[in-house]
């Protein structure tokens, strides 16, 4: 049986603020937002190259927890505290060197981005709301998840991806990525998530945790990505629906490119990032030879393999 913890208790309800004026200064208080954070973030040409950090010391390993895997789905607002206890307990074991963890919305973000329609951006003051329900929602699930980690003795520290990247037309345009990279150099584990955050040209989008990872991947130099889902890896049809699904062992971007219905498929059925959608997002990754690694995150002891590089039931994708 799963241990459930309804976080935010009762659905939360749309309370839409009316009027244009307020839509009017909304915007003007976006684009000064903007503007200062213009000023404030690193230029895109400084991001891309892994860090000094991380030149100097062992590569990073990113780690996904997938929504699917930490929370109830089909129940808002609600995590799935046993899995979460049980991969906090893994990660502790596996004493990896220099961890990121990011973790996606699940039954917490989702539903709320989907309600205000985020992803779309600004174009009604009632969304404005509900840019901060989405955000509040996933700082509950980042609060959970980091408690959990410090009582199994993880130095970890949630950062709001919204307070450090700002997106342009739904992609990544600027990240302050120098706090992570300061951070892992001390030994702390940044917790970070799939965020509502503001964005240059709609006003504000979704980036999605696949997104941030692939990013975080290639500034950092990571060395290997890990995600932890609900199904054992990359099928060759969705597992949920399909019992005759193959498990893919081991794949490389060539053999992922000459297979044109992946792409077809991430587009009719996983816009919002089903398994498809994320293998794309990661694509970049690993190009920049971050070895990635998709495993069931809900079944025991598979975390714990994958950050010890230990042999393990999932999916490898390399470069070539
Ligand atoms: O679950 C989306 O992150 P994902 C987060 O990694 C929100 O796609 C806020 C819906």
Same mark, same amino acid.
């Given at each position: 049986?799963?241990?459930?913890?309804?976080?935010?208790?009762?659905?939360?309800?749309?309370?839409?603020?009316?009027?244009?004026?307020?839509?009017?200064?909304?915007?003007?208080?976006?684009?000064?937002?903007?503007?200062?954070?213009?000023?404030?973030?690193?230029?895109?040409?400084?991001?891309?190259?892994?860090?000094?950090?991380?030149?100097?010391?062992? !590569?990073?390993?990113?780690?996904?927890?997938?929504?699917?895997?930490?929370?109830?789905?089909?129940? =808002?607002?609600?995590?799935?505290?046993?899995? +979460?206890?049980?991969?906090?307990?893994?990660?502790?074991?596996?004493?990896?060197?220099?961890?990121?963890?990011?973790? #996606?919305?699940?039954?917490?973000?989702? =539903?709320?981005?989907?309600?205000?329609?985020?992803?779309?951006?600004?174009?009604? =003051?009632?969304?404005?709301?509900?840019?901060?329900?989405?955000?509040?929602?996933?700082?509950?699930?980042?609060?959970?998840?980091?408690?959990?980690?410090? !009582?199994?003795?993880?130095?970890?520290? #949630?950062?709001?991806?919204?307070?450090?990247?700002?997106?342009?037309?739904? !992609?990544?345009?600027?990240?302050?990525?120098? +706090?992570?990279?300061?951070?892992?150099?001390?030994?702390?584990?940044?917790?970070?998530?799939?965020?509502?955050?503001?964005?240059?040209?709609?006003?504000?989008?979704?980036?999605?945790?696949?997104?941030?990872?692939?990013?975080?991947?290639?500034?950092?130099?990571?060395?290997?990505?890990?995600?932890?889902?609900?199904?054992?890896?990359?099928?060759?049809?969705?597992?949920?629906?399909?019992?005759?699904?193959?498990?893919?062992?081991?794949?490389?971007?060539?053999?992922?490119?000459?297979?044109?219905?992946?792409?077809?498929?991430?587009?009719?059925?996983?816009?919002?990032?089903?398994?498809?959608?994320?293998?794309?997002?990661?694509?970049?990754?690993?190009?920049? !030879?971050?070895?990635?690694?998709?495993?069931?995150?809900?079944?025991?002891?598979?975390?714990?393999?994958?950050?010890?590089?230990?042999?393990?039931? #999932?999916?490898?994708?390399?470069?070539?």
């Amino acid at each position: 049986m799963q241990a459930e913890t309804s976080a935010l208790g009762a659905k939360l309800t749309g309370a839409g603020i009316g009027g244009c004026e307020v839509a009017l200064v909304a915007k003007k208080k976006l684009k000064q937002v903007d503007a200062q954070l213009e000023k404030q973030l690193e230029p895109p040409s400084s991001q891309e190259k892994p860090t000094r950090e991380s030149e100097l010391k062992s !590569r990073a390993i990113i780690l996904k927890l997938g929504g699917s895997a930490i929370t109830i789905k089909d129940k =808002p607002c609600t995590a799935n505290q046993s899995v +979460i206890e049980n991969l906090a307990r893994e990660i502790a074991e596996a004493k990896v060197q220099q961890l990121v963890l990011v973790h #996606g919305g699940g039954s917490f973000g989702h =539903p709320l981005a989907k309600e205000y329609a985020i992803n779309e951006g600004l174009k009604h =003051p009632s969304q404005i709301i509900g840019f901060s329900k989405t955000h509040d929602a996933m700082t509950v699930l980042n609060q959970l998840v980091v408690e959990t980690l410090i !009582r199994h003795n993880i130095p970890a520290v #949630g950062i709001a991806p919204s307070s450090f990247v700002v997106t342009k037309l739904g !992609r990544i345009e600027k990240m302050k990525v120098n +706090i992570i990279s300061k951070m892992l150099e001390m030994g702390f584990v940044p917790v970070l998530y799939g965020d509502a955050v503001l964005d240059t040209s709609r006003g504000f989008a979704i980036l999605s945790g696949d997104q941030l990872i692939a990013k975080l991947a290639i500034v950092l130099g990571a060395e290997r990505i890990i995600l932890g889902v609900d199904v054992d890896g990359l099928c060759t049809s969705d597992p949920k629906s399909d019992p005759s699904a193959r498990l893919i062992e081991h794949t490389n971007l060539n053999e992922l490119k000459r297979e044109h219905s992946w792409i077809d498929k991430a587009k009719v059925t996983d816009v919002t990032g089903g398994m498809y959608g994320k293998i794309i997002e990661l694509i970049p990754a690993i190009e920049q !030879r971050a070895r990635t690694l998709i495993v069931n995150g809900t079944k025991q002891g598979t975390v714990r393999r994958a950050l010890c590089n230990e042999k393990v039931k #999932g999916t490898i994708i390399d470069r070539e």
